[in-house]
């Protein structure tokens, strides 16, 4: 039996995995769950998986947790509120098993401490990889702990290379796959709304993820992360948009082959395959059926409507602390979007704003990390606060 600890429980990713595990109560345990605030939430899914623990990051919830899980009969489930808590819990002998499905840069601490204590991390969290890639591969390195991505493309890139001599990888290319997200047709954006922007049309995500794929930041994001997972300079890293999500991602070697890795768009398969890896679970996600697919189409990225793609090309070139604005800058603005503060079109602008306008060292902690993120956001906010 392993334990698992879920932080972002109550998340897309959190969702998806409590499904996956449903499957294979006779391998795994919910050992933890985590949420931000919303505790009603967190304790419906407490009724249903009785974990050991259930924590709620926002501390002045604490006792509404706790009060709640006794009036439900379950005040055996012990109650954890907090960022130290959540640190805490990623580094506890008992986890074996750590997901980060946090949203946002809030999910960098808990990944960290799980990389330090040497845990199997299946991570979803994007902010961790962007903002810290570096610290972070070195501290996964350090401390013998395992990294696997549970992003649908990076998790394609993973089973891709797993053959691959260091040799191989060298010269190889990584092909990553687009959607396109719900705008691929749409010529004029000024007038999105944030209903708009948030209706993707093959997968079923968060909030905050929809609109990134609208805007291909997410795609950009992602051109980052597999950077700094798989140790591929950004010119040797494509991109090419695949409407029907099919082929996930591939990786093109020296001898002209091409390794893809193919699935229905449903998030329980990355996640199922990181659990059981080495091994493969047996499936319970869709099947492929190619014959009623009919065809599949490819076409390239359109860089001038979808500005913030190129934008993650260049702060990873940039080095520095390029990503980790860019990463705060695109998230002030995606919330400002989400609220109706800003326009769709002036999520790109913020970035490119932020881009010019602030330039940090790259940072040598998780500390500084953190600084940076912190300086671009209260920027972000104090330049979108005046348009
Ligand atoms: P959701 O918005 O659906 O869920 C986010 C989770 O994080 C919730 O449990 C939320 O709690 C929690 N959370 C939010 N803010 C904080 C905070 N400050 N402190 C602690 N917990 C917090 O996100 P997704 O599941 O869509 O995405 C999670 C991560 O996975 C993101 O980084 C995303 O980019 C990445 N990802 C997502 C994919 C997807 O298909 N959804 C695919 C690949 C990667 P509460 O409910 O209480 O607010």
């Known amino acids: 039996m392993q334990n698992i600890a879920i932080f972002g429980a109550t998340g897309s990713i959190g969702g998806s995995t409590l499904d996956v595990l449903s499957h294979y109560k006779d391998r795994y345990q919910v050992f933890a769950l985590t949420a931000n605030s919303r505790v009603e939430e967190l304790v419906r899914l407490c009724e249903s998986h009785h974990p050991r623990i259930a924590l709620v990051a926002d501390e002045s919830k604490k006792d509404e947790l706790a009060f709640a899980l006794k009036s439900r009969g379950l005040s055996d489930i012990e109650v954890w509120a907090g960022e130290s808590d959540l640190v805490r819990l990623a580094a506890l002998p008992e986890v074996d098993v750590a997901v980060l499905a946090i949203v946002g840069a809030a999910g960098l601490a808990p990944t960290f401490s799980a990389a330090r204590a040497g845990k199997r991390l299946l991570l979803a969290n994007k902010e961790s990889v962007v903002c810290g890639g570096a610290l972070l591969m070195k501290s996964i390195k350090e401390h013998g702990a395992e990294l696997l991505p549970v992003d649908s493309e990076h998790n394609a890139i993973f089973q891709c290379l797993t053959s691959a001599s260091d040799e191989d990888r060298k010269n190889a290319r990584l092909i990553l796959t687009a959607s396109g997200g719900p705008f691929r047709k749409r010529m004029d954006l000024t007038e999105v709304t944030p209903e708009d922007a948030v209706a993707h049309p093959t997968w079923n995500m968060g909030r905050k993820i929809s609109v990134d794929s609208a805007t291909l930041m997410n795609k950009g994001l992602e051109v980052i992360e597999a950077s700094w997972l798989f140790g591929f300079p950004p010119d040797r890293i494509d991109v090419v948009i695949h409407p029907q999500s099919l082929i996930h991602s591939m990786v093109q070697y020296a001898d002209g082959c091409i390794l893809a890795q193919m699935g229905a768009p449903d998030m329980r398969t990355p996640i199922a395959y990181s ?96 600084a940076a993120d912190r300086e671009a956001r209260i920027k972000t906010r104090e330049v979108i606060a005046q348009w």
């Open 275 to 370: 659990l059981g890896w080495p091994e493969r679970l047996d499936g319970f996600a869709k099947r492929v059926d190619f014959a009623a697919l009919g065809s599949v189409t490819f076409e390239a990225p359109d860089i001038q409507r979808f500005p913030q793609l190129g934008y993650a090309y260049e702060a990873l070139r940039m080095g520095g602390a390029a990503s980790i604005v860019l990463n705060a800058a695109n998230e002030i603005a995606v919330e400002a979007f989400l609220d109706r503060r800003i326009r769709f079109l002036d999520i790109a602008r913020a970035c490119r704003h932020m881009m010019d306008t602030m330039v940090l060292a790259a940072p040598k902690s998780l500390p500084e990390v953190l």
